[in-house]
């Protein structure tokens, strides 16, 4: 039976790059695998068939030949021919027979490995959070171990290579026609074994420890608000860098203040006779009090602005402003001198006649006739 041509076997184009040549084996070994096809003749060829055509068009100089001569270019006397042996096959596919089996292919000792990130979460006050300040937090973290500096062996003695996988970190075992490599179960991939742990980490080359850090907070962070300091976290393994520490801003809340994005908010109490003949009052902000106008007839609920009273922004982009929102306190309790008084200023004005309450029931007539 003649062969197919490999740009067919493959589903590509004689133009494919090699990132889609890739792509395309990848999907038909995953699909054809005799693992997956236990007792799958058909299934077999068809891996066997994409493999070659896979392991010639993945080659440039095997590519230009077989563009050029066809299947004649790996006749016997050609000096072609196929090669499915054990390193042969895995230095060629390794990395994809990676994703069907869960194995990885490289050899050596084990990667280093990035230590993890920490969270610390930190509550700074109201005041604190708008102008910036410097805290001091202690973390405790796994840093390297002193006693063995981190190589997990006591008093930092030398690793011994493992027997297992004679310092490769892998073993290989035969999987049908062709070698698949794992970790080393024994040394976990690293190569070496300890075998007189360190007492002071058992082994691990990292123990506890507080750490003191110094932390600027800027002016302008709100509740939410991240800081990273980056290789302040886990320390690493095996040389590996260590993470990073990740500061959440909490800001407590204040008995005058609130904030809304970055103005600050305050509600002020003033009296009916403010309120309607004006006045002129103290109003507190937090760089200290400012006088303030109270326009006469001001209405409970009215929103002042003092521009430039508010927090920064902190991309830079200036300071908000404080919200001033009066209140109009209804006196509770009375003198007979002081209801009369109100009682004499009602008659003279003329309930009815307040804009206010006039549009209201005006309003309810209408509706309710």
Do not use: W
């Not at 070659?52 to 080659?59: F, I, N, P, R, T």
């Not at 194995?103 to 490995?113: L, M, N």
């Amino acid at each position: 039976m003649s062969k197919r041509d490999y740009y067919e076997v493959l589903g590509v184009s004689r133009t494919c790059t090699e990132v889609e040549l890739k792509a395309a084996f990848r999907k038909l070994a995953m699909q054809h695998h005799p693992d997956r096809n236990p007792g799958d003749r058909a299934a077999e060829e068809r891996f066997k068939e994409a493999s070659e055509a896979y392991q010639v068009l993945s080659d440039a100089e095997r590519r230009a030949q077989y563009d050029r001569f066809g299947h004649a270019a790996f006749e016997p006397g050609a000096g072609g021919g196929f090669d499915f042996s054990a390193a042969g096959f895995e230095d060629i596919f390794g990395d994809i027979f990676g994703d069907i089996f869960g194995t990885s292919r490289g050899r050596g000792r084990a990667r280093a490995r990035r230590g993890e990130d920490l969270r610390y979460d930190l509550e700074v006050k109201f005041e604190e959070a708008v102008g910036g300040v410097e805290k001091v937090i202690t973390i405790p973290r796994l840093a390297a171990c002193e006693a063995c500096q981190g190589q997990g062996s006591q008093g930092g003695a030398p690793r011994d290579t493992c027997t297992a996988c004679r310092g490769t970190g892998q073993v290989r075992f035969q999987q049908g026609f062709f070698t698949i490599a794992k970790t080393c179960g024994q040394c976990n991939g690293q190569g070496s074994v300890i075998r007189d742990p360190c007492r002071a980490c058992r082994g691990s080359g990292a123990a506890q420890k507080n750490q003191t850090l110094h932390l600027k907070i800027p002016p302008g962070v709100d509740t939410g608000s991240r800081l990273k300091l980056r290789n302040e976290g886990e320390a690493g393994r095996n040389g590996g860098p260590p993470g990073d520490l990740c500061v959440v801003i909490r800001v407590g809340e204040h008995p005058l203040f609130t904030r809304q994005d970055n103005d600050i908010v305050c509600e002020i109490p003033i009296s009916f006779s403010q309120a309607a003949l004006g006045a002129e009052i103290d109003v507190p902000t937090l760089h200290g009090k400012v006088k303030m106008k109270i326009p006469a007839g001001t209405q409970s609920g009215h929103v002042f602005r003092l521009k430039g009273k508010g927090a920064p922004d902190l991309q830079g982009h200036g300071r908000g402003e404080q919200l001033v929102r009066t209140l109009v306190e209804t006196p509770r309790r009375l003198t007979a001198k002081q209801r009369e008084l109100l009682e004499e200023f009602a008659r003279s004005s003329g309930e009815e006649v307040h804009p206010l309450s006039k549009g209201f029931f005006d309003k309810v007539k209408e509706i309710f006739g």
